[in-house]
């Protein structure tokens, strides 16, 4: 969407990164007696297609293959896999989970705004019993009884996902800027570069869309394990906050290391140069001597509606061109392959191959400086509009250590991208992410040291 | 509703220092070096200023979460328990109970927060230390020796008293719900519009703030699902719940005639006739009710539901568009059920309590900007378009309010 391809300066992102594995990898549960399930992810997405597809693939033009029926399968298939045991370590990373994690399945994200007459101390607590509870809820467990002893006791945990594996739960939680306004008197720990975002050419933003105080991202592979996780958090702190808006994100729109480049709902591969480096992780989006927040990061929030059935009726040309890419590889107008270098100059007959306009062409690295930010995005449906049309879209979710990093190339994508035609930024919204908490701490707490 | 026996509590605990203890920012163990302190020689817990301090330390670990006291017995008089919670992410809350009754507690225990003391005066005997999430989730603690007598009344104590004078409330209101209706039922017949309408914005605040306490009351010979005999449906039925069965009924009957068709009919009279009735065998009911302190709770939670998911919603008063007026009686209702609790819980957890009070305090200010003084019963009309408004404002500070309230039937339970 506003990203494609901005990521990588080689220009040679992904086909093997080699990183290194991220702090926050996770790994399998020993020894659990919960139930295990182990699903080939995209192998089993694309049926029996799998195995002839890339040679088949590989024998066809760009241009033969675009007009193909055969979807095309990149060779990473076999660690595309989910493994419900999995579960997310909590405590003691340097950065919090849910970021550098490869992307999970779906995710619940969900604002929130602190009441009127919460005090600095309201807010300690929260951040306290958040993390407490994200603790619990990351490695499998209820936050507290779901069936207490007393008659007349209320549960503490809704129950809904006793019995369900961790599912790689993480829930990443984010500070707004009217956290470090003078209600709790923080002014003087608001991290250097949190601010609201400015207006960006082409936003139809509404209110109930954007902004607020703090933001929580829970991602699993278990749909359900995530709503439990934010309808919990969202319960236990209702006397201090309260909600603002929710996105339900499904069909991760980003890859993380090992994980085939997954699709928008324009059928376009998305992600396919995102971050995935140690060297780009430490360059772009952690933050560095930055007092309370080193280890932290900024996360940019955008609810981009699609006018879908508008799209689903344009050319296939036409939205090749407006991408840059060809719909089934993902290669570039100028290349054969998904992951082949994007040559912005070639010409045809005195044209441009890829039009200087075209989402990938603005959003390039070579083209902004080498900036990039990592995008960690989903899907997202909201039933139908008031015209009865598919309501949906993408949940772009971005993670940069300078939020002007995603100012500066929306801006450009704002003005000039061909896509804008069939996209709508709807909600907005930027947070803090603080570092990692240890044990016995919590995320926020040199807030109130 | 039925009454059962109450066990007066053998141990009575009060607690000696309310003041200074909400909170934990900025609390402090209350060991000083100053005080004067003094070590029973039997191994229990050292006594500074005349107070035992333990210490009850949460930690997490992989074979369960332990909570873990410095010393597991005291002698008489005020002991202070003061609670850190160095790494346990599953132990939220830590009580001292006496035969399963709550005593004194912490909540809102997480890893990170300053130690959070509480203090109860305890008398000689066996009590439990429980520490929900812990592993095990009970300890005993054991006191010795004789306390001096106890300031004040003790906890159950005031709990009973406010049950009673809960009870002698209800009674007022519902004599007032008596004569209001007769009232309505005078202005019906004699055919006045305006008067009827008058009478009815009159007579509805004493049966919401009640209306708890009758919830689906069915007259004795009738079945549960005949709505003929269910005393709650015949005088408060809305569209919404109509049962083609019975008809319409009731105070919604009558309002819709009222205010939908604005005009009284012998329909119209019928309708009121049979609620002065259904009323008059209502009041006989509810003045024979006895409550017991999580009666009270339950009832003041109850009608806190009523407002999120009747009155807020625009449901119950769906032709006089009067649902604030019902949103103000339920939350008198449910305020007063708290306030007979007050003086007990303030003694349990008066942290829970000062939750309490501050979230009332809310909801009474977001509802305060909705006031209309020119609209019959004092409050905006509840529209369409007003709701589209000020429902999300008003539905936040509900919310905040059921969260502490939710928490408090278990706390002063005095069923076993």
Not at chain 2, 2 to 13: C, N, P, V, Y
Request: net charge negative; hydrophobic share 40%.
């Amino acid at each position: 969407m506003t990203e494609e391809s901005n990521l990588d300066p080689s220009g040679f992102a992904a086909g093997s990164p080699g990183p290194s594995p991220a702090p926050s990898d996770p790994a399998p549960a020993g020894g659990v007696s919960r139930r295990r399930l182990i699903a080939g992810g995209a192998a089993t997405a694309a049926g029996g297609a799998v195995v002839g597809a890339g040679v088949t693939a590989a024998f066809m033009g760009g241009n033969a293959r675009a007009a193909g029926a055969t979807p095309s399968a990149s060779a990473s298939d076999v660690t595309d896999s989910v493994d419900l045991t999995r579960r997310v370590p909590f405590y003691d990373q340097p950065n919090q989970a849910g970021i550098r994690t490869p992307p999970q399945r779906h995710a619940v994200f969900m604002t929130f705004n602190l009441n009127r007459g919460a005090t600095r101390q309201d807010l300690q607590v929260l951040l306290a019993r958040w993390s407490a509870a994200i603790a619990q809820l990351t490695q499998g467990k209820a936050i507290g009884t779901i069936e207490p002893e007393r008659p007349d006791a209320v549960a503490t945990d809704t129950g809904e996902a006793h019995g369900l594996a961790p599912a790689s739960l993480t829930v990443t939680v984010g500070l707004g800027p009217g956290v470090f306004d003078k209600r709790f008197d923080l002014a003087h720990k608001r991290p250097a570069l949190l601010k609201d975002l400015p207006r960006i050419p082409g936003d139809v933003l509404q209110p109930e869309l954007s902004g607020g105080d703090l933001s929580l991202q829970a991602c699993a592979d278990d749909p359900q394990v995530a709503y439990h996780a934010i309808r919990n958090l969202a319960r236990m702190v209702t006397t201090t906050a309260h909600t603002h808006w929710v996105v339900m994100g499904f069909g991760r729109a980003s890859a993380g290391p090992g994980q085939e480049t997954p699709r928008n709902l324009m059928g376009f591969k998305d992600g396919t140069r995102n971050v995935v480096s140690d060297a780009d992780y430490d360059q772009y989006v952690w933050l560095k001597d930055a007092d309370w927040m080193t280890g932290g990061t900024y996360q940019v929030v955008r609810k981009i509606a699609m006018t879908i059935e508008t799209w689903d009726f344009d050319r296939i040309s036409d939205q090749q061109r407006i991408f840059g890419r060809t719909k089934d590889e993902g290669a570039p107008l100028t290349g054969e392959r998904e992951f082949d270098t994007p040559d912005f100059a070639k010409q045809v007959e005195g044209a441009q191959v890829i039009d200087p306009t075209s989402h990938i062409a603005l959003a390039a690295p070579e083209n902004n400086s080498g900036v990039k930010i990592l995008r960690r995005g989903y899907n997202y449906t909201d039933g139908l509009n008031n015209q009865g049309l598919l309501d949906a879209g993408l949940l772009f979710i971005s993670y940069q250590n300078d939020p002007q990093h995603f100012v500066d190339l929306q801006n450009k994508l704002g003005r000039f991208d061909l896509l804008n035609e069939y996209i709508r930024h709807i909600g907005s919204a930027v947070f803090a992410v603080p570092p990692g908490p240890a044990t016995g701490s919590y995320i926020g707490k040199a807030l109130f040291d | 509703m039925s009454h059962r026996t109450h066990a007066a509590a053998g141990l009575g605990a009060v607690l000696a220092l309310a003041a200074g203890l909400s909170g934990c920012a900025g609390s402090t163990p209350a060991a000083s070096t100053s005080a004067t302190a003094s070590a029973p020689a039997d191994g229990s817990a050292p006594v500074v200023d005349g107070v035992a301090q333990v210490k009850v330390t949460l930690t997490g670990g992989e074979d369960g979460d332990k909570c873990t006291a410095d010393f597991g017995s005291a002698p008489a008089g005020p002991v202070t328990f003061t609670v850190e919670n160095v790494s346990s992410t599953a132990i939220t809350e830590v009580e001292i109970q006496s035969e399963l009754k709550i005593l004194g507690e912490k909540e809102n225990l997480a890893p990170g927060l300053p130690p959070s003391p509480f203090t109860i005066t305890m008398n000689g005997g066996q009590y439990t230390l429980y520490c929900l999430g812990a592993t095990p989730q009970t300890q005993p603690f054991t006191v010795t020796g004789e306390a001096a007598a106890a300031p004040t009344g003790s906890t159950a104590t005031l709990l009973n008293q406010g049950t009673k004078d809960y009870g002698t409330w209800v009674g007022t209101q519902a004599d007032g719900l008596k004569a209001a209706v007769a009232d309505l039922k005078a202005a019906v017949d004699s055919g006045d519009v305006a008067k009827a309408q008058a009478a009815y914005l009159a007579a509805r605040p004493f049966y919401e703030k009640i209306e708890s306490d009758v919830e689906g009351f069915v007259m004795p010979g009738f079945k549960v699902d005949d709505n003929k005999g269910n005393l709650d449906y015949l005088i408060d039925m809305r569209a919404s719940n109509l049962d083609e069965k019975v008809g319409w009924s009731g105070f919604h009957a009558v309002e819709r005639d009222l205010w939908k068709a604005g005009k009284i009919s012998d329909g119209t009279k019928k309708y009121a006739a049979d609620l002065d009735t259904n009323v008059g065998k209502l009041v006989d009911v509810v003045k024979t009710l006895e409550f017991k302190p999580e009666d009270l709770a339950n009832g003041a939670a109850a009608l806190l539901e009523e407002v999120q998911s009747g009155k807020i919603t625009g449901e119950e008063e769906a032709f006089s568009h009067t649902d604030l007026v019902d949103f103000h009686s339920n939350m008198e209702g449910a305020r007063q059920a708290f306030a007979y609790l007050q003086p007990g819980l303030e003694k349990i957890d008066p942290d829970l309590m000062n939750q309490v009070v501050t979230q009332f305090g809310n909801v009474d200010d977001a509802l305060a900007e909705l006031r209309d003084k020119t609209a019959p019963g004092g409050y905006l009309p509840w529209t369409a378009a007003n709701r589209e408004k000020h429902r999300k404002e008003l539905s936040q500070a509900v919310l905040a309010l059921q969260q502490p309230m939710q928490k408090i039937a278990e706390k002063v339970a005095t069923a076993k």
